[in-house]
């Protein structure tokens, strides 16, 4: 019996392992199989979202943003402060005094011709402009300057002949070459309108007696065409820099330097002169 038991025993033995030995077998390769992991690539920026600002955003003052218009076009309204140079030309010019005057006498003669003189001035200028095509605009700029005019009658010299203010409003039609550009040159053509105001007489004593010769000082209204060219540059956002120069023809202008009583002159000194003004500006624009 103990030797039936021991081999019974034996090939129990011998059954399991064999069995255990498979399944260890069969396990193995699942346990070296590879490990399968899923990962999720993001993809590139792109450059037209990343690379500008969104629509709404808020464009500050001095920025330039995807949503800001190069150059100047129609509807634009433009406001300019620059700083003005008048240039006064006197291309010539014409003094009459009362023949057989006193001062006619010592003037050694009484018509003097391109012998006045009126000082150069600068100031700030505003203008305001507005486009009604692409390429078409009409500006209207307004300053006032003050100036002093001199006359050189014969032989009494140079004569201090008083001093004016002038405000030139001036109405410009303008034609802009390159509209929709950083740099837009421009050529136009308007009309001047000289306002006289603030007129002040001479405080010259030259005259027989220590008397004034010119005692007065009276210009009348003059109305000329004016032509100018210049150019725009966009800066940043919507500030431009300008430069301009304008050719103002104020010809044949009227100036009273005498009051009809003056015992010197004889009465009114009439001068006429051609004051024919070159106007030249360079300042900053803000387009609404």
Same mark, same amino acid.
């Given at each position: 019996?103990s030797?039936t038991?021991?081999?019974?025993?034996?090939a129990?033995l011998?059954t399991?392992?064999?069995?255990?030995f498979?399944v260890?077998?069969?396990?193995?390769?699942?346990?070296?199989?590879p490990?399968?992991?899923?990962?999720?690539? +993001?993809?590139?920026?792109?450059?037209?979202?990343? $690379? +500008?600002p969104?629509?709404?955003?808020?464009?500050?003052? *001095?920025?330039?943003?995807a949503?800001?218009?190069?150059g100047?076009g129609?509807?634009?309204?433009?406001?300019? /402060?620059?700083? @003005?140079?008048?240039i006064?030309?006197?291309t010539?010019?014409? =003094?009459r $005094?009362?023949?057989?005057s006193?001062?006619a006498?010592?003037?050694?003669?009484? &018509?003097?011709?391109?012998?006045?003189?009126v000082?150069?001035?600068?100031?700030?200028?505003l203008?305001?402009e507005? *486009? @009604?095509?692409?390429?078409l605009?009409l500006?209207?700029?307004a300053?006032?300057? !003050?100036?002093?005019?001199?006359?050189? &009658?014969g032989?009494?010299?140079?004569l201090?002949?008083?001093s004016f203010?002038i405000l030139? #409003?001036?109405?410009?039609?303008a034609?802009?070459f390159?509209?929709h550009?950083?740099?837009?040159?421009?050529?136009?053509?308007?009309?001047? &309108?000289a306002?006289f105001h603030?007129?002040h007489?001479?405080k010259?004593l030259?005259?027989?007696?220590?008397?004034a010769v010119?005692?007065?000082m009276?210009m009348?209204?003059? =109305?000329g065409?004016?032509?100018n060219l210049?150019?725009?540059y966009?800066?940043?956002?919507?500030?431009f820099?300008? *430069?301009?120069i304008k +050719?103002i /023809?104020?010809?044949?202008?009227?100036v009273?330097?005498?009051? !009809?009583?003056?015992?010197i002159?004889?009465? !009114? =000194?009439? &001068?006429?002169?051609d004051?024919? #003004?070159t106007? =030249?500006?360079a300042g900053?624009e803000?387009? *609404?």
């Open positions: 019996m030797r038991f021991t081999r019974m025993a034996a129990a011998v399991f392992g064999t069995t255990s498979g260890a077998k069969a396990a193995a390769p699942s346990a070296r199989a490990v399968t992991t899923t990962t999720t690539m +993001q993809a590139a920026p792109d450059a037209s979202i990343h $690379l +500008q969104p629509a709404n955003e808020h464009c500050g003052l *001095f920025k330039t943003c949503s800001t218009k190069i100047f129609k509807g634009d309204f433009v406001v300019r /402060l620059s700083a @003005l140079g008048v006064t030309n006197n010539g010019s014409r =003094v $005094l009362a023949e057989g006193p001062a006498t010592l003037a050694g003669g009484n &018509v003097f011709r391109h012998n006045t003189s000082t150069n001035q600068a100031m700030p200028e203008t305001l507005y *486009f @009604l095509t692409d390429h605009s500006d209207l700029i300053s006032s300057t !003050r100036h002093e005019a001199a006359a050189h &009658v032989k009494l010299g140079k201090d002949a008083g203010w030139p #409003p001036t109405l410009t039609a034609y802009h390159r509209p550009k950083r740099f837009n040159p421009y050529a136009g053509l308007g009309i001047t &309108v306002i603030n007129m007489a001479a010259n030259n005259g027989i007696g220590n008397g010119f005692d007065a009276h009348k209204t003059n =109305v065409p004016s032509f210049g150019f725009d966009q800066l940043v956002g919507n500030w820099f300008n *430069f301009d +050719q /023809l104020l010809l044949n202008q009227s009273h330097l005498s009051k !009809r009583g003056n015992p002159t004889g009465g !009114r =000194v009439r &001068v006429h002169d004051v024919n #003004p106007v =030249v500006g900053i803000y387009r *609404f």
